[in-house]
């Protein structure tokens, strides 16, 4: 790997960590203000929508500037974001900063890669980097859940903190300053040399620039496929963070705490399935991972009929000093093994997608492309997420309808790709006569 690569890595894994701990330290606000339940979704929903919106300019900045200084500006407002939430302001207006910060930044670090890399090099750059982002997921819920935990508010009741008055103040004021590491380390990026016409400066044309971005990306047969699936699962995977925070609550008994630990575990999973695919997926093999979407799925509907009651009252084993309870185990397996087929799936599908849009578009036109698409994904399914809250459906049922919509979606993906190579099979027998 080029110079630089693994100080992207650093700068992706310490800006990811301070994302998954400040949306558990998010919800925890709105938890603190006892906000009904259908409110957490739309704290996504508000972060999300800068990706929709802003689609057509963010990938115009990336390009406009350095990608390391565009990651630096978008630490900076993420950081802001925590400075508000900090001031009291509501947390789904300032989540919404964050969020701003969130859309600049993807471009910059996915189109970044294409800058530094061969083609050869991107399925395991992939790896690399849902590694670890993967791996911060997990250390920044595990990390959110301890600072929002009961021992970190009976310490902050012993010995108070300037303007932060609960536990989720405490997590604010740290990954405020943890945004602000992740600042300097984009700054030790070297320059990639890359160079783009400074589209901001034709702000009405950018639009227009997007639109023929994203027909490009969906007439091409390849990118139209790793569009759909990884769109899919993103949205998909959005939704599954809130779902599993309230699954493990109702189903499991789970304080929000413990329940973000059970979310980070997922992402040991991911780890893997992104080491497996990295290891035996080359590119040319790239759509021969489409099933194992079927399978999350599959094993997401699996999910929805598991509970603590399966288990006989007071099982476990002994761990040192901690209690485990079987169905708490048995939990986390299935957690790891959604992670290991969601990884498994979508470094393959990331890299065709980044492969295809950098020759077609700019990287950063294809990235925001890209992020427009799965981020429409997820305010859709975080909206309905939220509409069956509001009508009290159980979290089984909502579970089971979340499972069934991919595994349907999913399969329609396969037909389709399967009819795209039967159209490029007929044209060239014909070209062969």
Known sequence: MKKGFYTIIAAQFVSSLADNALLIAAIALL?????????????????????????????????????????????????????????SVHPMLAYAMVGVGAAAYSPAKYGIMTELLPASKLVVANAWLESATVLSTIVGTMIGGALIS???????????????????????????????????????IPDTGARYVNRLREPRKLVGVFRHALVVLWNDKLAQIALWVTTLLWGSAVTLQLLVLKWANVQLGM????????????????????????????????FKVLPVGLLVGVVTICMAFYHRDLFPAGSGFQLGPWRVPYYVTFAFVEM????????????????????????????GHSIAVQNFNQNLAVLLMLGLYALLLKWDIAIQWIIVLFGVGVVSLMWLAMVRHSLNQREDDAVAAQLGD
């Open 336 to 363: 790891i093994i959604v992670g290991t087929l969601a990884g498994f799936f979508v470094v393959p599908m990331n890299a065709v997608l980044q492969h295809r849009g950098a020759e077609l578009l700019s990287a």
């Open 31 to 87: 938890r603190d203000t006892h906000s009904a339940p259908w409110v957490t979704p739309l704290l996504q929903i508000f972060f999300t929508i800068s990706y929709v919106v802003l689609a057509p300019f963010v990938g115009a900045f990336a390009d406009a500037l350095q990608k390391r200084h565009v990651m630096f500006i978008s630490n900076a407002l993420k950081a802001g974001g925590c400075l508000l939430m900090i001031g």
């Open 150 to 188: 009961d021992t970190v508010s009976r310490w902050l009741t012993a010995d108070p903190w300037p303007f932060v008055h609960s536990a989720a103040g405490i997590a604010m004021v740290v990954m405020m300053l943890v945004y602000a590491f992740a600042g300097l380390l984009n700054m030790g």
């Open 255 to 286: 304080s929000l705490s413990d329940a973000a630990t059970l979310q980070g575990v997922t992402g040991l999973g991911i780890a893997a399935g992104a080491g497996w695919a990295a290891a035996r997926v080359p590119m040319r093999n790239a």
